[in-house]
């Protein structure tokens, strides 16, 4: 078990169990799906998308990290342009 003061300082910035980023990018889907439907039900994907990503930070504080950066380092594949996007199809 690490000491709590260093766990303390190495975790990221939280907010409501999530970090920062993730809670932003939460916000904007949030409000993007509210403005486009005109319902305060197309809040409830929101609500879901918090839970599993406060289930994800549960384990591993820093995922949204990892994750970002797994996007940036990850190589282009050869359908790129025909595809838009790194997908694994032919």
Known sequence: MADPLFRALARPQ???GVTYPFFVMNG????ELFLVFKSPLALLPAVIIHALG???HL???HVMA?????LRRTPR???????GANVYCP
Not at 77 to 83: E, F, I, P, S, T
């Open 28 to 31: 904007i889907v949030a409000a």
């Open 54 to 56: 406060y289930a994800a």
């Open 77 to 83: 594949v050869a359908n790129y342009k025909l595809r």
């Open 66 to 70: 990892l994750w970002m950066t797994s």
């Open 14 to 16: 939280m907010v409501a």
């Open 59 to 61: 384990r591993d504080p």
